[in-house]
């Protein structure tokens, strides 16, 4: 079976990236409805469905730090043209002829971004889901839109029962030390309307203080996930996490595991503020065994 589930490193951004992993897979009908999934670097002539799940941040002005985007979007496999449709009122993001050198989605149309970023601090490399970073400078003040696109799990190919249990990493923001490419479990247990999420991170920063993360009971609405119980703890005392701005995590399933018929990919955010201490995190992670 292919490896979907590569990292091939630190990478730079230039004005929109989405960022592509180094393998392609066609699901032939495995799934229990048989739809066909078709991973990012797929080369097909055949088009597909693109969600995008962000955060918005804004540069040289306010803006709340939990506001998230939801954008649809689409990819032609065999050109890889890519384009994302942000809300009312924000821009086209498009790149009309696929992956540059770096193995990246350029956005066509807005000026370069510079500089290191958060999704440059979790592995790039899963099939069916990848980081995405957009710049839009249509405001007074520099607006980013950074969080995870991926070909979706279909309604129909949502289990009804069993675990499933995705193995990837985590980065971003957070107390004592930024978080690069750490290692995060997110599992997803299924049962009907109780189908629930847990995850579980951990850093040992440079100056050897051990912070760990653990959220628990995420709910989820179809193949989109939030909500839970957030806490965390620095060599185990726990942090503050909350009073300024109250935990918000949320994710979705992503394309389907040939093998076991459970979802392939997720990516999730997870942001929230205490009095001295701020999580801003992306998790990207797979079921899919290399």
């Known amino acids: 079976m292919c490896n979907v589930s590569r990292p091939i490193g630190r990478l730079g951004v230039t004005a929109a990236a989405l960022l592509l992993g180094a393998c392609s897979t066609t ?14 670097l797929n080369t097909d002539a055949a088009t597909s469905e693109v969600v995008a799940v962000m955060r918005r941040f804004e540069t040289g002005g306010s803006v709340d730090p939990d506001l998230r ?73 520099n607006i980013r839109y950074y969080g995870f696109a991926g070909i979706p799990l279909q309604t129909e190919d949502f289990p009804s029962s069993g675990t499933a249990i995705f193995n990837g990493t985590i980065g971003g923001n957070a107390p004592f030390e930024d978080w690069e490419k750490e290692p995060a479990t997110l599992t997803a247990t299924f049962d009907g309307a109780n189908s629930t999420v847990a995850l579980a991170a951990q850093n040992t920063t440079s100056g050897g203080v051990v912070v760990d993360l653990s959220i628990t009971g995420a709910q989820f609405t179809g193949d989109t996930f939030g909500g839970g119980t957030a806490v965390a703890t620095a060599d185990g005392v726990p942090i503050d996490i909350s009073s300024q701005v109250a935990p918000d995590f949320t994710g979705r399933l992503f394309g389907l595991n040939e093998d076991t ?3 392939g990919d997720v990516g999730a955010l ?8 701020t999580f801003d995190l992306i998790m990207l992670g797979t079921t899919i065994t290399p």
């Open 27 to 40: 699901n032939t009908g495995s799934g229990p409805n048989n739809n066909v999934y078709r991973t990012l």
């Open 69 to 141: 985007v939801v954008a649809d979007g689409s990819i032609t496999h065999d050109t890889q043209a890519f384009t994302l449709t942000l809300p009312a009122n924000q821009p086209l993001i498009t790149d009309s002829d696929g992956p540059d050198n770096n193995n990246q989605l350029v956005d066509d149309t807005t000026p370069a971004i510079t500089g290191t970023n958060v999704i440059q601090e979790v592995d790039n490399g899963y099939g069916y889901v990848q980081p995405l970073l957009i710049n839009d400078p249509t405001g007074t003040n």
């Open 261 to 263: 018929g459970m979802p």
């Open 270 to 277: 997870f942001g929230a503020k205490g009095a001295v201490s």
